[in-house]
């Protein structure tokens, strides 16, 4: 699997650190003192540094400052074709930014890909930001919206590939746990009908024969036991109406799987066995 947190604090962190630091070249003065004269956001600040600093500080009573800030900047870059201003807002939001990165798990695209989707989706997301329209959360839509785009962008590679998981991928995401000597329970566990049985589900996921999203959708909800609203709103990050168009579009894919899988197991109940 890709996009840990050493990949993130690596590469990613590089990047972002190369972004501050072009934000913060003094060829740039000039750019943010023309700035200054026409956004008030900017008046308290001789530089790009100073507005930088301010956007660290993460205390509640500094949001309405960092809110026009961060207004400030995009409206910059929305209208400037200077580089200082989409390395400012990259810098500005690097935090958030690394938490989103450390989020993207799988490999449905290159580790390197995935740290240019974040950047160019967030910056993408910026320049088209509507300012006129949504006048306050600016912070909280930027990392909604990215987040969202992102992923989106995600499950349509995953979907477009219908990658399916080795063996070597199986083994490393399941060891075998089992005790070297069976124990009898004493008690016959029950099984709801309308789920399987958690070997027929590996025995399916052994043969390697299901796309990423299906195994995914499975190993969350059946083998880890994931509630399935809570899966679909970790897919997408918060939005209400998301989450609820994603967990009815996972729940008809569940049961589909779940149908597929029990009439696999039937068949190989019926199946007779190959002697030695």
């Known amino acids: 699997m890709v996009g840990g947190p050493s990949s993130v604090s690596d590469f990613f962190g590089h990047l972002l650190g190369l972004l501050r630091v072009e934000a913060l070249s003094p060829r740039h003065q000039a750019v943010f003192a023309a700035a200054r004269t026409r956004r008030p956001a900017f008046a308290r600040h001789a530089t790009l540094e100073s507005v930088l600093a301010a956007m660290d500080d993460a205390r509640e009573e500094t949001y309405p400052e960092r809110e026009a800030l961060t207004r400030a900047l995009v409206a910059e870059m929305q209208t400037s074709s ?11 939001y690097a935090p958030m930014l690394r938490r989103l990165r450390r989020r993207l798990l799988g490999n449905a695209v290159p580790r390197e890909d995935l740290d240019q989707l974040v950047l160019a989706t967030f910056l993408s997301v910026a320049r088209s930001f509507p300012l006129s329209r949504w006048g306050d959360w600016t912070a909280a839509r930027l990392r909604q919206q990215t987040a969202r785009e992102v992923f989106r962008h995600l499950r349509k590679e995953r979907a477009e590939q219908h990658e399916t998981y080795t063996q070597a991928q199986l083994a490393e995401w399941l060891p075998d746990t089992r005790h070297a000597t069976p124990v009898e329970s004493p008690r016959r566990p029950s099984v709801r009908r309308s789920f399987v049985k958690r070997d027929a589900v590996l025995v399916h996921l052994a043969r390697a024969t299901l796309p990423r999203s299906d195994v995914e959708v499975l190993m969350a909800t059946v083998v880890r036991r994931e509630k399935l609203r809570a899966y679909a709103s970790r897919l997408v990050d918060g ?3 998301e989450v609820e168009r994603t967990y009815q579009r996972l729940k008809r894919q569940r049961t589909r799987l779940m149908q597929r899988l029990r009439t696999q197991a039937a068949d190989t109940a019926t199946q007779p066995s190959s002697g030695c």
Do not use: F
């Open 239 to 241: 939005d209400t109406t």
């Open 82 to 92: 200077s580089p200082a201003w989409t390395a400012a807002l990259a810098a500005a």
